[in-house]
């Protein structure tokens, strides 16, 4: 698809708080481990602010919703009436 772009979810499956690490890894396609010992060496040299950032972020981005497998996998019954 021409129109197809990536979006950021937090991640239901490899969430350790929020999911938010993983989501993030998930868009950049990287490992989650990377990321979260970002965020925590950035909370160590910023002080609160990553924090706040963390919170921002776990308020603010959707968490990933897969759809349902009932929806997918839906069988078309045929509805019009059988002759006899």
Known sequence: MANEYKRLYRSVEDRMIAGVCAGIADYFDIDPTLIRLIFVLGFFVTG?????????MMIVV????????DVVSAVVEDVAPKKK
């Open 48 to 56: 609160s602010g990553l924090f706040w950032v963390y919170v921002i």
């Open 62 to 69: 959707p968490e990933y919703v897969p759809a349902a497998e």
